[in-house]
C-alpha cells in the first residue's frame, strides 16, 4: 500500500506561480513513476506531469516550459513547480503513484487562477 498528501494547492493570480507536493508513505519502494493530474469541472483527468525512478520526466504539451516535476528521491516527495500559471491551469490536482501492479490517488488540491 502506498498513501499520497498532496499539498500547496490555493489561489493565485494569472502570471503567478505555486509549488504543489506530494508525500509518499507506505510501501514507496515499489513505486515506479509519481505523475500529476488534474481535472477541471466538466473534463476528464489529464495527466500534466510523471516522474519515473529513473528520473525520466513528461509533461503535457499545455504545461511544457511553464511547470517542472522534481523529486522521487528518498525523502520520498514529488514537487510539481508551476510558474506562468493561467486560468485555463485551474483545477483539483492529483497525485498518483504507479506501481507494476497498482495505481494510488492523493486526495487532490484545489489550484484557481484568477485572470
Known amino acids: 500500500q502506498v498513501q499520497l498528501v498532496e499539498s500547496g494547492g490555493g489561489l493565485v493570480q494569472a502570471g503567478g506561480s505555486l509549488r504543489l507536493s506530494c508525500v509518499a508513505s507506505?510501501?514507496?519502494?515499489?513505486?515506479?513513476?509519481i505523475g500529476w493530474y488534474r481535472q477541471a469541472p466538466g473534463k476528464q483527468r489529464e495527466l500534466v506531469a510523471s516522474?519515473?525512478?529513473?528520473?525520466?520526466?513528461n509533461y503535457a504539451d499545455s504545461v511544457k516550459g511553464r511547470f517542472t516535476i522534481s523529486g522521487l528521491n528518498a525523502k520520498n516527495t514529488v514537487y510539481l513547480q508551476m510558474n506562468s500559471l493561467k486560468p485555463e491551469d485551474s483545477a483539483v490536482y492529483y497525485c498518483?503513484?504507479?506501481?507494476?501492479?497498482?495505481?494510488?490517488w492523493g486526495q487532490g488540491t484545489q489550484v484557481t487562477v484568477s485572470s
Open positions: 507506505g510501501s514507496t519502494g515499489n513505486i515506479n513513476t
Open positions: 498518483n503513484a504507479n506501481t507494476y501492479v497498482m495505481n494510488y
Open positions: 516522474i519515473s525512478s529513473g528520473r525520466s520526466t
